[in-house]
């Protein structure tokens, strides 16, 4: 089993900043990527940023030179999203993405974890 946690959503103003972290714990045999998607009322969910084993990162338009996405230096399980100068259009529910072995060979699979709120307002 696979247990995926964020934390560190919450409030911020136009401006601010916020940094979101994800841990993964569980039977992981390898992690393929790891990221970050946010969904906004009546939006469907998308992708903010990713990062994959080999350090590789991708971002949305929207995000880049803003976000930065990371691996913790000594837990490799553990992911962070740097969000500054946030807008109000950043406001949604930020959800930790880990696509992963659970054992090798086999097949790689996507868990979640349970979102955190992002609100950015004056």
């Known amino acids: 089993q696979v247990h995926v946690v964020e934390s560190g959503g919450g409030l911020a103003q136009p401006g601010g900043s916020l940094r979101l972290s994800c841990a993964a714990s569980g039977s992981i045999a390898s992690i393929v990527a790891l990221g970050w998607f946010r969904q906004a009322p009546g939006n469907q969910r998308e992708l903010v940023a990713q990062?994959?084993?080999?350090?590789?990162?991708?971002y949305a338009d929207s995000v880049k030179g803003r976000f930065t996405i990371s691996r913790d230096s000594y837990d490799k399980n553990t992911v962070y999203l740097q969000m500054n100068s946030l807008k109000p259009e950043d406001t949604a529910v930020y959800y930790c993405n880990v696509y992963l072995y659970v054992s090798m060979p086999g097949r790689p699979a996507n868990y979640w974890g349970q979102g955190t709120q992002v609100t950015v307002s004056s």
């Open positions: 990062i994959n084993s080999g350090g590789g990162t991708n």
